[in-house]
């Protein structure tokens, strides 16, 4: 192999990380215009990269299936050729199946799967395929049955790539706690895709059923899925089928794991190792010596425990010692590097599993890790030496309901999450919508176009916004303006009892109670805005006035008494003063008016004359004369007689 210096080196790497990427979405991709985009892209890198190292048997297999899927079968024989004694991989050799069967030469195409059925004897698609390449060598026509089981198959094929590509994207996530739940939840998907498999492939054993592909299909999704014993019937109608199926016997193996029968299991993945091919021989080899070491282990502690004729603690005493750890959680005395003593502790008790299932869960709360817990129980059965059915039960139960209990966990935190990003947009529409209305406010007072009547209306809107202070802020300037820097202190007072104020909230309310307690300059801003409420109530009241004197005019000429006049208008606040002023001014331009004021001023002098006082004729006229008047008559009155007796006196 040629040598390549470190700038190749770098280039060559680069050239992976291209050319990787670029297989990933060939595969995902279903357009065939944009596959053929890619295929053309991957074919260039691929030929850049051979460039610089043009001996590398990975980089021309590549490139075969390049020119494949571009049709340009020629080039992919030319480079399946140079390979030629370099490798015998299954790739290369599928590779060049591929180029014979699409070249019409199906001998050739036979003759390549079964070399690669020698390598995987098992492999039930390598079978299917031969089945269909030599009916196209003899040009018999592809029955309905077969093209109907193609179909289903490629309905399979489809659902399986989704579920690579979930799985590959659950690898992205940038930390383990993120990777664990984006892992979870994925799985969830995962999860329902084998039940659309399982369907399928259930589908095609009801009408074939002698379908090994289908069954094992079926196989694998009823385990994936949880549904071990409809598993476990199909593992026994497949090995029916096909004594050796490595996948059946490899699935059953699991099963055996699950419940707990070492025994079983090594029986099963012994078959495995005796047919399997290579690299599933290498992963069986693997589990087997597990399973013979923990076989091993639990016979030891077995007959190290007849031997010893340990004597465990009672089930009263096993659950009084739980009790007290419970008890030391609850009032803090225990922490998560002690629940490891404590676990060891409990094994002097009988019915340790009930034990690690409590000790488990207590240590789960201290370190809110409830995959801590689950995998504590796992680690328990699997290294258990010997574990009874029930023990297996309960542990398994109490591993379910930890899951169940991790789900709604889950649930409960996006139903948590989707109901905060409701609430913050709640808030943020609120705090628009305040901004808005607090604007229109502000506006409106600086222009004096807010009345004290519409304050109610205006509070109660202020009020059912969101951001308390800023709207308790607004409601207190808006008193400040209307009314007083008094009444906007008694308001803001009110608000300062509300019982859920925020830290915040308290803070503000405080703040602005001090700023109307203290001696300050008012701003201009506050001093315009009490001008234009000053100068809007005088025009009022002097539109209120002339309003009143309209109204007192109209009453005198329909004859009513001055004293008729100030009942009437009495909760008006006008004085009598006024009604007499009015009385005189119109008086004097009017005929009637004038006539009556006579006739009234006569009967107050013949009243006055006849000895009474100047407040009693006032009442007895009911006003219609000034008390300053009648005051003047009356002197005017006893002067003359006093006149008159000196007169006679003389």
Same mark, same amino acid.
């Given at each position: ?318 659950? *009084?010692?739980?009790?007290?750890? %419970? @008890?030391?959680?609850?009032?803090? =005395?225990?922490?998560? /590097? &002690? !629940?490891? #003593? $404590? ?78 990003? *409701?609430?913050?947009?709640?808030? %943020? @529409?609120?705090?628009?919508?305040? =901004?808005?209305?607090? /604007? &229109? !406010?502000? #506006? $409106? ?100 006035? $002339? ?104």
């Amino acid at each position: 192999m040629n040598q390549i210096n470190k700038e190749e080196e770098k280039k060559i790497r680069i050239y992976r990380s291209i050319i990787f990427r670029l297989s990933k979405e060939e595969r995902k991709e279903r357009n065939w215009d944009k596959r053929r985009k890619i295929n053309l892209e991957l074919k260039e890198n691929l030929e850049k990269a051979l460039e610089i190292t043009p001996n590398d048997i990975g980089f021309k297999i590549d490139l075969m299936y390049v020119y494949i899927n571009l049709k340009e079968l020629e080039k992919a024989r030319e480079i399946g050729n140079t390979l030629l004694g370099q490798t015998d991989s299954k790739g290369y050799i599928n590779a060049l199946a591929l180029i014979e069967k699409k070249s019409g030469n199906y001998d050739k195409a036979i003759g390549y799967i079964k070399r690669l059925l020698e390598k995987e004897p098992n492999n039930q698609a390598l079978r299917k395929e031969l089945e269909m390449l030599e009916y196209q060598k003899e040009n018999k026509p592809i029955s309905k049955e077969m093209i109907e089981k193609r179909n289903e198959y490629k309905k399979i094929a489809t659902l399986e790539r989704k579920i690579r590509n979930i799985e590959n994207s659950g690898k992205k996530a940038e930390d383990s706690k993120s990777r664990k739940n984006k892992f979870q939840t994925l799985q969830k998907q995962n999860i329902g895709i084998y039940q659309q498999i399982g369907r399928i492939a259930e589908s095609i054993v009801e009408k074939y059923p002698e379908e090994i592909v289908a069954r094992e299909k079926l196989v694998k999704a009823l385990y994936i899925t949880g549904e071990k014993e409809q598993a476990t019937q199909q593992i026994e109608t497949l090995l029916h089928l096909e004594e050796k199926d490595e996948i059946g016997l490899w699935y059953l193996s699991e099963i055996q794991r699950d419940n707990g029968d070492l025994e079983g299991e090594r029986q099963t993945l012994g078959q495995i190792l005796e047919n399997a091919e290579p690299g599933t021989q290498i992963k069986a080899a693997q589990r087997l010596t597990i399973v013979e070491a923990r076989i091993e282990q639990r016979d030891k502690r077995k007959e190290m425990r007849e031997a010893l004729q340990i004597k465990y603690a009672t089930e009263e005493e096993r659950k *009084k010692f739980i009790e007290e750890v %419970q @008890q030391d959680f609850l009032y803090g =005395r225990i922490g998560k /590097k &002690d !629940i490891q #003593a $404590k676990i060891e502790e409990a094994k002097k008790y009988v019915n340790f599993d009930r034990s690690l299932i409590d000790l488990a869960d207590i240590e789960a709360k201290i370190t809110d890790d409830k995959e801590q817990k689950i995998k504590r129980l796992e680690d328990y059965i699997e290294t258990k030496d010997s574990i009874t059915s029930e023990e297996y039960a309960r542990v398994q139960e109490e591993i379910s309901r930890t899951r169940s209990e991790m789900e709604e966990d889950q649930m409960m935190e996006a139903y948590l999450d989707q109901k905060e990003e *409701k609430e913050k947009q709640k808030r %943020q @529409q609120s705090n628009i919508e305040q =901004r808005e209305y607090s /604007k &229109d !406010i502000i #506006a $409106k007072l600086n222009k004096g176009e807010i009345t004290q009547d519409e304050l109610p209306e205006i509070i109660k809107k202020l009020e059912g916004f969101m951001d308390r202070a800023r709207s308790i802020f607004l409601i207190t300037k808006l008193y400040e303006a209307l009314y007083s820097r008094e009444r906007a202190y008694d308001e803001l007072i009110k608000y300062s009892n509300i019982s859920d104020l925020s830290p915040d909230e308290k803070r503000q309310i405080a703040q602005m109670q001090k700023a109307l307690t203290e001696p300050h300059k008012e701003t201009d801003t506050m001093k315009r805005i009490k001008g234009i409420y000053k100068r809007k109530e005088e025009k009022e009241e002097r539109y209120h006035k $002339k309003i009143q004197k309209e109204k007192i005019k109209q009453w005198l000429e329909e004859g009513k008494t001055v004293k008729q006049i100030f009942n009437l208008l009495k909760d008006s606040g006008t004085t009598l003063k006024t009604i007499i002023s009015v009385k005189g001014k119109y008086s004097k331009g009017n005929e009637v008016l004038e006539s009556r004021r006579k006739m009234i001023e006569e009967d107050a002098q013949a009243l006055l004359k006849g000895g009474y006082t100047p407040d009693e004729v006032f009442e007895i006229i009911e006003y219609d004369v000034p008390i300053s008047t009648l005051k003047q008559m009356n002197r005017t009155i006893r002067k003359q007689e006093m006149e008159v007796k000196d007169g006679i006196e003389h």
